[in-house]
């Protein structure tokens, strides 16, 4: 059993930068691989970028490579998602999200993952 609450989101104008950060609870943290999705209204939801366990292989979104990066510390029990150069179609409710599966390769699937955050907006101005 693990909780995710995610923070950081906000009001940006497009090039601008976020840093979502999200916390997590339970001791088997460590072990699941963390992914971050986001979901625009009448979209569907997407994954943008995702972890393994141990931090070693990661996965990105063609729409975000090269702008996004997912990193986790595990001492702290928290995965975060450096945003850069934002664009207006970046605007949506990003999700936290651990997946149980302990693979060596990151998932993109949203249902593949276990656990959510209850989401953190981000909004960004042209």
């Known amino acids: 059993q693990v909780q995710l609450v995610e923070s950081g989101g906000g009001l940006v104008q497009a090039g601008g930068s976020l840093r979502l950060s999200c916390a997590a609870s339970?001791?088997?943290?460590?072990?699941?691989?963390m992914g971050w999705f986001r979901q625009a209204p009448g979209k569907e939801r997407e994954c943008v970028a995702a972890?393994?366990?141990?931090?070693?292989?990661?996965y990105y979104a063609d729409s975000v490579k090269g702008r996004f990066t997912i990193s986790r510390d595990n001492a702290k029990n928290t995965v975060y998602l450096q945003m850069n150069s934002l664009k207006p179609e970046d605007a949506a409710v990003y999700y936290c999200?651990?997946?149980?599966?302990?693979?060596?390769?990151?998932?993109?699937?949203?249902?593949?993952?276990?656990?959510w955050g209850q989401g953190t907006q981000v909004t960004v101005s042209s």
């Open positions: 339970g001791r088997a943290f460590s072990m699941y691989a």
């Open positions: 972890i393994s366990w141990n931090g070693g292989n990661t």
């Open positions: 999200a651990a997946d149980r599966s302990r693979t060596g390769y990151p998932r993109s699937g949203q249902y593949e993952y276990d656990y």
